[in-house]
């Protein structure tokens, strides 16, 4: 019903849900940030608020949907983006209720009806972001329930959605394990697992700035994002001075 309902918004009632939903997440960032912090006891607060105010301003909505037009001597040809239908989305517990609302933003503006299987360990946060879309939609003049998700989500339920045959795409942020088992479900599938970003820091770098950059990026809540620095490759003739600006800005240096 979700689906049908969006689907059969125009983009602009779409953008009106989307900024009611940014909307929200301002409002409630903190919120979220103490809830995800609290129930998966992982992270930061100051950080998470931060990363939800991120989403919030920066998510794309209804403006990549961009229809093109292409004339030639035997005609016309329009190309229009079309919505994938019902999306079956895996959502973390490092990122519970940003993922929810970032991946809702997008998934909406194209036109997707959305069935959300959150981290078993995130359940709460997860689903106070769900209910926050739906909210803002109902405030926006869209429908009560705009996207779902489930009281109770394990390993079955998120197998029940990966085969089911109104499910036509499939997103999955997490671990190793549940994003292979996306990607090899055999349907059209969008995998965002475990990253182990590297630093190159050569000889025409800021040494001062990059020494207090790779702290702020790698401590920033607690380095649960997968695109936080995990580890740094260093010139030789500039690594002890990197790493006197890195234990400047609060790095440990184990003997």
Do not use: W
Request: glycine share 10%.
């Amino acid at each position: 019903a979700g689906y049908l309902a969006v689907r059969a918004m125009s983009l602009s009632e779409r953008e009106k849900v989307i900024a009611q939903i940014r909307s929200l997440c301002r409002a409630e960032a903190p919120v979220m940030a103490a809830l995800g912090v609290s129930e998966t006891k992982m992270g930061k607060v100051e950080h998470k608020t931060a990363k939800h105010i991120l989403v919030a301003d920066k998510t794309p909505g209804t403006s990549d949907i961009v229809s093109q037009v292409k004339t030639g001597d035997d005609g016309l040809t329009l190309t229009e983006m079309a919505p994938f239908g019902v999306v079956g989305s895996i959502t973390p517990s490092t990122n519970p209720s940003e993922t929810v609302i970032c991946n809702s933003i997008g998934m909406i503006a194209a036109g997707n009806g959305v069935v959300f299987n959150p981290h078993p360990n995130a359940i709460c946060t997860s689903n106070y972001a769900i209910d926050l879309v739906n909210r803002a939609s109902l405030a926006a003049g869209g429908p009560e329930v705009l996207v779902c998700s489930m009281d109770k989500p394990t390993l079955e339920s998120a197998g029940i959605m990966q085969s089911h045959p109104l499910v036509r795409l499939l997103v999955c942020t997490g671990g190793p394990g549940v994003v292979r088992s996306v990607l090899s479900s055999g349907k059209k599938a969008i995998g965002a697992g475990a990253g182990n970003p590297p630093v190159i820091v050569d000889d025409t770098a800021d040494i001062k700035k990059a020494g207090k950059d790779i702290i702020d990026g790698c401590s920033f809540d607690n380095n649960l994002p997968c695109i936080a620095e995990k580890e740094v490759f260093a010139f030789r003739n500039i690594a002890d001075e990197l790493i006197s600006e890195m234990q400047k800005n609060g790095a440990y240096k184990i003997t």
